[in-house]
């Protein structure tokens, strides 16, 4: 039979909860409720035919798990007699259709997240309403989201590259990552005249004099082999802090025996751990062109005696850390 099922109930719900239309009365939005669902029943001949059947649609309905109002009607058929058949199925609060879908604990995260905007950058909350699931998404980032609005704010046209925001805990992938948020949030805050459309770029190093930065060359060390001049030059290797990084400057060694490590340290590490990453598919082989400092810090990674398949990514140090390693070559 071709009658509205709570699962089909639910789905409505769901739709709902699709659309952002749950969520955003959260925000002071429309509100939606007390609110009529669709309903398709049993008509007077399938009552007649088919009452075992109805009589168990209406026990399914009516069931202890509902968390929907059933507005009755009476019938009196010739047949069967008086009887009464759900005519309207409402869901009266939004507290309901959260329950109904599941969606309680999703929607006290949005809450609290729609608090804290409110108390730090209440010019965003319009973006909230407008995109409350995409929000939602973002509700571990969305602290880290609010420092870096704050901060630019507070520095507008700073004049440097993302690496150089040195805020704690937030590194310039995050930053890339969240980069199409970010120019939305930033839209509602910033002066126009404070926007650069044309500004692009993500990397950055300190002027070193009498120096160069190659990068992203990985295993492709190869490609330098013949390059006679980087053998007469202090060459100095930084790459991530994982076995991959401590294999790649092994590599590098056998072309440049020379290559002394930057930044692949242990002290380093322990700095940075918030922003921990996963290796995963780790290097277990012996390097034998690492120094015995090097080869003990690698053989902890392989072995986990930090923790499971470590990795810091360069790019998550913080420039001011890099700053001051620096003045010590």
Do not use: C
């Not at 290559?259 to 700095?271: G, H, K, P, V, Y």
């Amino acid at each position: 039979m071709n009658w509205t099922t709570p699962a089909e109930l639910k789905a409505q719900v769901q739709k709902l909860w699709d659309r952002g239309l749950l969520l955003s009365t959260l925000t002071g939005g429309e509100e939606i409720f007390p609110r009529r669902l669709t309903l398709k029943g049993p008509d007077s001949r399938q009552l007649s035919d088919s009452f075992s059947e109805v009589r168990d649609w209406i026990a399914r309905l009516s069931g202890p798990a509902k968390q929907f109002r059933i507005v009755w009607r009476s019938i009196n058929h010739r047949i069967l007699g008086p009887n009464e058949i759900p005519a309207e199925i409402w869901i009266d609060s939004l507290d309901d259709a959260l329950g109904l879908i599941g969606k309680r604990r999703a929607a006290e995260q949005f809450a609290a997240l729609f608090a804290q905007t409110r108390k730090h950058q209440p010019a965003l909350l319009p973006w909230l309403a407008k995109r409350p699931l995409r929000a939602l998404e973002l509700v571990e980032e969305w602290p880290r989201i609010l420092e870096i609005v704050t901060w630019l704010l507070k520095h507008p046209r700073p004049g440097i590259y993302l690496r150089q925001i040195d805020l704690p805990g937030i590194h310039s992938k995050f930053i890339e990552g969240q980069r199409g948020v970010l120019g939305e949030l930033l839209d509602l805050v910033l002066p126009p005249e404070e926007i650069d459309a044309r500004a692009t770029g993500f990397l950055a190093f300190p002027r070193v004099p009498d120096a160069m930065v190659i990068f992203g060359a990985g295993y492709g060390f190869e490609n330098f082999r013949g390059v006679d001049w980087l053998g007469e030059r202090n060459i100095h290797y930084w790459g991530d802090i994982d076995t991959h990084g401590f294999a790649i400057l092994n590599q590098l060694r056998g072309f440049f025996p020379h290559t002394a490590s930057f930044l692949m340290d242990q002290q380093t590490l322990i700095e940075h751990q918030v922003l921990w990453g996963f290796e995963p598919s780790p290097e277990t082989g012996i390097l034998t062109r690492l120094t015995a400092e090097e080869s003990a810090f690698y053989d902890q990674l392989r072995l986990n005696d930090l923790g499971s398949q470590i990795r810091l990514e360069q790019e998550k140090i913080g420039f001011e850390w890099l700053v001051e390693a620096l003045k010590r070559v």
